[in-house]
C-alpha cells in the first residue's frame, strides 16, 4: 500500500483492514492489534510521570524502531514470532479443560514462566538492547495472560490432542475463522475502535483483585473464565448466539482494563528507585 503512488485510504480504514488481516493470518495471537493497543492506553493513564520517562527512554534505545514507544513494544513480540520460533509459548499456558485427559503445562517455556523471565530481565540488564526487549515481552505477555482462551487447552470429542486455545474450533464471524480469533477480536468488530474499546473497558472496572501482581494468579483467572464463560456447558462453543456474544465482550472489557492497570503496577515497580516487591 502507498509504494505504487499516494495512498488516499483514510487511517480509520487503514487500520480496520489491518485488524482483519491480522486475525485472519495469525491464529495464536492473543488480543489483536486494538487489544495491545487499548492495554497500553489504558496504562497511561495510571502510569507514573518518572516511570513512564525511564520506560519510554528504554525502549528508544532499541534500534529496531517498532519497538521504541509502548504502543509499538506492546505488538512487537508477535511481529517476530515468525523469526524467534522459540518464543513461541511464551505467548500462553495450556491449562487443560474439558472432559478428556490433558497435560499440565511445564514449569518453564509459558506465559507464567516468561513474565517473570523477563520482568528480571528488565530489572538487572545492563544491555540496553536487551532491556528494552525484555520491556516489550513485558508489556505484551501482560497483555496476553488476561486473553482467557491463552489459558486453556481444551481436550474432549473431536479434540483429544486439545484445541489449542480454541485455535481449532470453529467459530465463523465476519472477523473470524475459529474461537481463538473471535476472543482475540475481544469479541469486537473490527470497526470498533482502540479509543472506544478503552472507554468501554474503563467503564467495565475490571474486578475485586485488580491490586494483586500474581502472574500465576492471573493465569487462573483466564482459565476459570475459559471454563465458565469461554465453553459454555464444559464443551467448545457451537454457535454464535448474542447471549454468548455478551457475556465474551463485557468479560474481555474486564480483562483488557486489568491488563492495562496490573502492568501499570509491575512497571512501577521497576523504574528508577522501585524495589520489586
Not at 2 to 20: A, N, Q, V
Amino acid at each position: 500500500m502507498g509504494f505504487l503512488g499516494r495512498d488516499r485510504t483514510p487511517p480509520g480504514m487503514k487500520l480496520r483492514s489491518f485488524c482483519i488481516a491480522l486475525s485472519l493470518l495469525a491464529p495464536a495471537q492473543a488480543w489483536d492489534l486494538r487489544g495491545h493497543r487499548t492495554v497500553v492506553a489504558i496504562l497511561n493513564d495510571y502510569l507514573g510521570g518518572e516511570t513512564r520517562s525511564w520506560v519510554e527512554n528504554c525502549l528508544a534505545q532499541h534500534p529496531d524502531p517498532r519497538i521504541q514507544t509502548m504502543e509499538g513494544a506492546s505488538t512487537w513480540p508477535d511481529a517476530v514470532r515468525q523469526d524467534r520460533p522459540d518464543s513461541v509459548p511464551w505467548h500462553y499456558i495450556q491449562l487443560p479443560l474439558g472432559p478428556g485427559d490433558g497435560p499440565l503445562p511445564t514449569e518453564t517455556n509459558q506465559i507464567v514462566w516468561a513474565i517473570e523471565h523477563f520482568r528480571e530481565q528488565a530489572q538487572i540488564s545492563v544491555d540496553p538492547v536487551q532491556r528494552a526487549e525484555a520491556l516489550a515481552y513485558l508489556i505484551h505477555l501482560v497483555g496476553d495472560i488476561h486473553q482467557p482462551l491463552h489459558a486453556s487447552n481444551y481436550y474432549g470429542p473431536g479434540y483429544e490432542s486439545g484445541d489449542q486455545g480454541g485455535g481449532k474450533v470453529p467459530f465463523v464471524t465476519p472477523w473470524s475463522k475459529d474461537l481463538h480469533q473471535y476472543w482475540d477480536s475481544a469479541a469486537q468488530p473490527p470497526e470498533v475502535t482502540v479509543e472506544e474499546l478503552k472507554e468501554m473497558a474503563v467503564r467495565s472496572g475490571g474486578g475485586p483483585d485488580a491490586h494483586e501482581v500474581n502472574f500465576k494468579l492471573w493465569a487462573d483467572e483466564s482459565h476459570a473464565f475459559s471454563v465458565n464463560v469461554a465453553y459454555p456447558s464444559g464443551q467448545p462453543p457451537t454457535e454464535v448466539t448474542a447471549e454468548y456474544t455478551e457475556r465474551a465482550r463485557q468479560l474481555c472489557l474486564r480483562r483488557l482494563f486489568l491488563a492495562g492497570l496490573r502492568l501499570s503496577y509491575v512497571l512501577e515497580k521497576l523504574g528508577p528507585g522501585a524495589a520489586y516487591h
